[in-house]
């Protein structure tokens, strides 16, 4: 059993960062492969980038790379997805899952945190 809670999202300005974790209250992530996910209002959710269980081969979406960098700390069953440059198109609820698996058109997992929003703007 996993219990996933996200935090660190709110306001920042274009060209600014912030930092989201992904806590496991219950359970261990470091069994897991995780990943982040983010989705706008009236916009299918879409993966941002992943970091793997075992090698912690990290993934991530063209539209983040270079600008985010996904890590994870055992010690602190946490996951963080640092995120810098931010543009106004990265705003979005961003929600963070394991071992998540892609059929039926959609995203799906046992275990999804409960999102973090994020707003870019001036």
């Known amino acids: 059993q996993l219990r996933l809670v996200e935090s660190g999202g709110g306001l920042v300005q274009p060209g600014g960062s912030l930092r989201l974790s992904c806590t496991a209250s219950e359970g261990n992530l470091d069994d897991y492969n995780m990943v982040w996910f983010r989705q706008a209002p009236g916009k299918e959710r879409e993966q941002v980038s992943c970091i793997r269980e075992k090698d912690v081969r990290t993934d991530y979406a063209n539209f983040v790379k270079g600008r985010f960098t996904i890590s994870r700390d055992n010690a602190m069953n946490t996951v963080y997805l640092q995120m810098s440059s931010l543009k106004p198109e990265d705003t979005a609820d961003y929600y963070c899952?394991?071992?998540?698996?892609?059929?039926?058109?959609?995203?799906?997992?046992?275990?999804w945190g409960q999102g973090t929003q994020v707003t870019v703007s001036s």
């Open positions: 899952a394991a071992d998540p698996v892609f059929f039926g058109g959609s995203w799906h997992s046992d275990y």
